[in-house]
């Protein structure tokens, strides 16, 4: 019993400035090689990340103050495990707040079977957009690109691609309506565009396929980035003394 209640300390989420740093201490050590550490450096890992009460320190394993020790090793490689620590932060909040999940790239989909699933069941919230091409079709390549470059910066977005031939009805996605971009919601088709390249300049941009999508309102707001990194939930650790 006491065994599943230390394991659900262990994993809970605190709020608050010390329930912050106790998390970022938490995560800090969870990140570390310990394997490549000396065994000293582990064995005061183990004691800084035990969610026990020691005997002889009745303020608890995580709650009391960093000795000079344990600062020493925390403040090691903290920009990069910052960074990692600040983007599980801010992927948690955007799910708990229901945004839906985030996404990276664009997913290739290679059969009919997955395109229907992307569409029926992903989060209710999150917009799928979906470009049906075919190598050799003008304009395909372009919008590759692009949807490359918009994936980066609205993360919310699921964009997949899928060659005409995979999606089991190449008959209906003939070279005359390539490339056809349909984007969804909730499993509801909420734009069909047919040789979408005929909306646009011979040489067009992510700028312009950007304000294609905006134009119909099919798009969310854009993800927001400050110093070339997201500061949607900024999380200040400098305060652990």
Request: hydrophobic letters at 35%; one cysteine or more; a negative charge.
């Amino acid at each position: 019993m006491s065994g599943n209640v230390d394991e659900e300390e262990a994993n809970v989420t605190h709020t608050g400035p010390k329930g912050v740093i106790n998390d970022w201490r938490r995560f800090k050590l969870e990140s570390m090689d310990q394997e490549s550490l000396p065994p000293q450096k582990r064995e005061l890992l183990r004691q800084m990340s035990s969610p026990h009460r020691p005997k002889d320190d009745g303020r608890g394993g995580l709650n009391r103050k960093m000795s000079v020790q344990e600062y020493e090793l925390i403040k090691e490689d903290d920009e990069k495990c910052m960074k990692k620590y600040r983007k599980q932060c801010m992927q948690e909040m955007h799910e708990r707040l229901s945004f839906g999940p985030k996404f990276e790239g664009v997913y290739e989909l290679d059969s009919g079977e997955a395109f229907l699933e992307v569409i029926e069941k992903e989060h209710r919230l999150t917009v799928v957009v979906v470009h049906i091409y075919k190598e050799g079709i003008k304009g395909c390549e372009a919008l590759n690109s692009c949807l490359d470059c918009l994936a980066t910066e609205y993360t919310s977005v699921k964009f997949c691609r899928i060659d005409a031939a995979a999606t089991g009805a190449g008959e209906r996605f003939t070279d005359s309506v390539l490339p056809t971009m349909l984007v969804y919601k909730a499993g509801e088709l909420l734009g069909n565009f047919l040789a979408t390249n005929q909306h646009f300049n011979e040489e067009f941009f992510a700028t312009d396929v950007e304000a294609f999508l905006n134009g119909y309102g099919l798009l969310p707001e854009k993800d927001v980035v400050v110093g070339g990194e997201e500061e949607e939930a900024a999380v200040d650790v400098e305060a652990v003394e």
